[in-house]
């Protein structure tokens, strides 16, 4: 199996890094020079990774085709390249749906939607593919797991949930902040926020992911989980949250429903 990554930025890199670490059986792995500093990096770590400064040398020597573009970029780089038909296309492109990239890759019939997320450099990423294809999917399951879209709206339901890794990572910077301007040493800081993250997971697959029973047990009655609780909930964080949510969902829809 011969890969090739149009655009060797953050996602890309994150996803080869994972494959390289996996069983995965591949023989080649064709990458864009740019960004530069990601492509030396990755030509570092294995012979298998080809170095190209032409996308359509990229594509002429790979079956499988990943599109790691900003999606302006990649109209205007698509519809200059050249596809063959038994190609298999995978963009990770939120914002330009199938028949856009049907027209773009032409003639190449097997497209697919897939949103790994940094986290597949740890063989950690939570993949949604959309449609279905077996090899693909296989090929994600080696660097986390996958989840499959039934349709488009499903798609797009299941690309809100990726824009919350930032959130996420503010909200944790939040406590760590208050941590640090209250004189803890960084390491403790880190230390606690590390194994509290990581409890968490394993505290809501005890009760298989049911969250709210996850919920009512986090609380003691009186205590100040059910105070800072009832704290936001009073400010409506949630309720905001849960707005911002739709919002980001009406944009993936509309750029998707082009
Ligand atoms: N990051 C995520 O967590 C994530 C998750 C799922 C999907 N996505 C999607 O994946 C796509 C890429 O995201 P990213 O975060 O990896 O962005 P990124 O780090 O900005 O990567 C884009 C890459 O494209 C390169 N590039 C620009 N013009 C090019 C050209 N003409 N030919 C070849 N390469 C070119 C850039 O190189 P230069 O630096 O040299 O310009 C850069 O390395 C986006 O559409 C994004 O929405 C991202």
């Known amino acids: 199996m011969k890969l090739g990554f149009i655009g060797t ?13 996996s069983k995965a059986k591949i023989e080649q792995i064709n990458i864009s ?7 030396l990096k990755l030509k570092k770590k294995s012979k298998k990774i080809k170095v190209y400064s032409e996308n359509q040398d990229i594509i002429d020597k790979s079956s499988i085709i990943f599109v790691g573009l ?10 200059i390249c050249k596809f063959k038909k038994g190609q298999i296309i995978v963009s990770f ?8 990239l049907k027209t773009l890759c032409n003639p190449a019939k097997v ?9 597949a450099s740890d063989s950690l990423s939570p993949t949604i593919i959309f449609p279905n294809n077996k090899l693909i999917k296989s090929l994600f399951e080696l660097i986390g797991s996958v989840v ?9 339901h299941l690309w809100v949930m990726s824009s919350f890794m930032a959130t996420y990572a503010s909200i944790i910077n939040l406590l760590k902040k208050y ?6 040493k960084n390491e403790d800081a880190n230390k606690y926020l590390n194994i509290f993250l990581t409890g968490m997971l394993f505290e809501f697959n005890h009760h298989n992911f049911n969250l709210n029973k996850s919920i009512k047990s986090l609380q003691t009655r009186g205590g100040i989980n059910e105070e800072l609780l009832k704290r936001l909930q009073k400010d409506k ?15 993936l829809k509309k750029a998707n429903d082009k």
């Open 93 to 100: 492109i939120s914002t330009l749906n199938i028949k856009n």
């Open 237 to 251: 964080f949630f309720k905001k949250m849960e707005l911002n949510l739709n919002k980001i969902f009406l944009r």
């Open 148 to 156: 499959v879209a039934k349709n488009e709206k499903q798609n797009n």
């Open 9 to 21: 930025g953050t996602i890309t890199t994150s996803v080869i890094e994972g494959l390289l670490k």
């Open 179 to 184: 941590l640090l301007k209250n004189k803890i």
């Open 70 to 79: 900003l999606p302006k970029v990649a109209t205007k780089e698509l519809k």
């Open 33 to 39: 020079k740019r960004s530069k500093k990601n492509s």
């Open 111 to 119: 497209i697919i939607k897939a949103a790994p997320l940094p986290m």
